[in-house]
Nanobody, 123 residues
Framework: QVQLVESGGGLVQAGGSLRLSCAAS????????MGWFRQAPGKEREFVAA????????DYADSVKGRFTISRDNAKNTVYLQMNSLKPEDTAVYSC????????????????WGQGTQVTVSS
């Protein structure tokens, strides 16, 4: 069982930056693929970024490549999402998720989810 708690969301102007954090409970954090997803009002949840258990592999949605960076610190049981050059279309609730033993980019594959943190980018 893993519990995930996101933090770091907020209101930022276009072009600005935010860093999201996701703190995980449990002693097996290092065995999980971690992902970030987002959902804007009236839209389906979409993949943002994922990172493998040891940080050796990461993937990004085309819409955020070159602007967002996912990282993890297994000693701190935390995964991060550094978001730069933010755009109004990045506005959404961002959630982190944990996927045990596999590496997929689709929400259905993830076993545990945080409650989400709101990111709002003003133009």
């Amino acid at each position: 069982q893993v519990q995930l708690v996101e933090s770091g969301g907020g209101l930022v102007q276009a072009g600005g930056s935010l860093r999201l954090s996701c703190a995980a409970s449990g002693r097996t954090f290092s065995t999980y693929t971690m992902g970030w997803f987002r959902q804007a009002p009236g839209k389906e949840r979409e993949f943002v970024a994922a990172i493998s258990w040891n940080g050796g592999r990461s993937d990004y949605a085309d819409s955020v490549k070159g602007r967002f960076t996912i990282s993890r610190d297994n000693a701190k049981n935390t995964v991060y999402l550094q978001m730069n050059s933010l755009k109004p279309e990045d506005t959404a609730v961002y959630s982190c998720a944990a996927d045990h033993y596999t590496y997929y980019l689709t929400p259905i594959a993830y076993d545990y989810w945080g409650q989400g943190t709101q990111v709002t980018v003003s133009s």
